[in-house]
């Protein structure tokens, strides 16, 4: 199974790396909107208990898992697409296991977020962060769980759908919002009671402080302190479950009602 | 071997139209290495039998064994048994040749030398050898289709199921698939189910299944299906074909069949075509546009059986593709 879930996401690396369009779309858009909107907000961000944090600084896990969160989109997009040209029933059809069809998109998606995310990395100590190898090995592990979250995620909403402007409305009203009110644009504290709550409940708040923790803490500090290990449980669980649920997805056909006689 | 034992599928009905009968117990066996063609009008339910027969949709009632394994209680597999040529192309077009056998062989479970012999099999049946290092998007029409093939054939099946295979190319291309098609087959002995709408495809086959409103209408080798039409008809062509087809019973007393534009006598015994043609023309002459006398092909056998000309069906399906 496992030998089948890698040849399918060598296959989505492979066409991902032969469209430079994608290559250079997915690593800027990112990267721009960090730049601008990160040095455009620094004067007035002042985040309580955190002053001492740019805007720049704070907005930067964010944007990782706003890379993720495209990553995973532009990787569930392909399923509509691998329908529409045919390819999909061909995977269909092979004797394979239904959950290695759904690993293969995944993990497609997740080694293309990986490869941006990684070169994101780069910046950190440009502003002033540092890593221990600990904490290094913290994050890539956080990188992949959240990927992984996202593109079963993605794959999830995705599966259903016949065209691909159908997933973009739904990217923009769910995706989207779910990234919104993660803590990546603006810290939990101080926001009105109901943007609080919705905030507490969406999992991808989780996945965020998985990608913050590991730039002001050791492994060790970070394994003892309890909200990173809620964040890291809540995380596992949404990222199984997506699975799960894709999986189950793709293997619900279509089944004739009985015959009237 | 294909088994299909009673079977039957229906749509579920939505809160519009109610629920629509695709399948209607339909049996069919086809034997080990038979190389047999479905064919029917649009809404006949082949496509819905193809869909089953995959394993992709599970149907209202009945059976289906596919090489000895049951397909709806072990579709795993059945599906190791056969191998799937789809109507849209179900290659990756941004991948090479090579690339796209090696993921088939990968989901397959094939790998290593094993891999090495097959590849060289499978694509020795086909003209890509030159060409595996190419893009399929950079491959005509043709050749694209011959690297599903050559991608079935990778896995060595017992059994393939193709679903009209030669759809948007060009007649030489065509008929090079079907001349490989039947070459391979015969050599593997492998059974082979096609859907088709090209009756000169169907010739060369074992049988012909014809199929309408979800039942099976013949099944017979292609020779013995146009026996049943009697040997020869005669086919007029009129403007006003209802009226005249009225005069002819009415005064000659012969068994007409109306279809467009088109009357045919079907049932006309060998060597009575030129008179009976004679006495038409001296009769009708105005009413007529042309004449002719026809050995009956599977078309016409597919007309008569299903009651509309390839015409027809034609242009059902393209309202059908663009609707």
Known sequence: MIRVALALAQREFTRFIRQPQRVIGTVAQPILFWLFLGSGFSSSFRAPGMEHISYLEYFYPGVMLMMMLFASIFSSITIIEDRDAGFLQSVLVAPVSRLAIVLGKVLGGTAIAMVQTLIFTIAAPFLGLSLSWGSLCLLIGAYVLSSMGFAAMGFFFAWPMRSSSGFHAIMMVFLMPLWMLSGALFPIEKVPGWLHILMTINPVAHALVLMRTPFYMTAAQAFADQRYLIALAVTAVWTSACLLGSMALVEKRDKGVPTPR | MINISHLSHVYPGTRKSPPRMAIDDLSLVIDDGEF????????????????????????????????????????????????????????????????????????????????????????????????????????????????????????????????????????????????????????????????????????????????????????????????????????????QAESLEAKIRADLGLKTRQYGDEIRLEETCNGDSLPVLEQLLARYRADIDSIAIKQPTLEDVFIHMTGKTAEQIEREQLESHTS
């Open chain 2, 36 to 239: 047999c063609i479905l064919s029917g009008p649009n809404g006949s339910g082949k496509s819905t039998l193809f869909r089953i027969l995959c394993g992709m949709a599970l149907p209202s009632s009945g059976t289906i064994s596919i090489g000895g394994f049951d397909l709806l209680a072990e579709p795993a597999k059945a599906r190791a048994q056969m191998a799937v040529v789809f109507q849209s192309p179900a290659v990756d077009k941004h991948l090479s040749v090579a690339e796209n056998l090696r993921l088939q062989a990968t989901l397959y479970g094939l790998k290593g030398s094993d891999y090495q012999e097959r590849l060289a099999e499978a694509v020795d049946w086909t003209d890509l050898k030159d060409r595996l290092a190419d893009k399929v998007d950079t491959l005509s029409g043709g050749l694209a289709r011959q690297v599903e093939l050559a991608k079935c054939l990778l896995t060595r099946p017992s059994i393939l199921l193709l679903d009209e295979p030669t759809t948007g190319l060009d007649p030489s291309s065509r008929r090079n698939f079907i001349a490989a098609l039947h070459k391979i087959q015969r050599s593997r002995k492998m059974t082979v189910l096609m859907t088709s709408h090209i009756f000169s495809e169907a010739e060369d086959a074992d049988r012909v299944a014809i199929m309408k409103g979800g039942r099976l209408l013949a099944l017979d080798s292609p020779q013995d299906l146009r026996a049943k039409l009697g040997r020869e008809m005669v086919v007029v062509q009129s403007r």
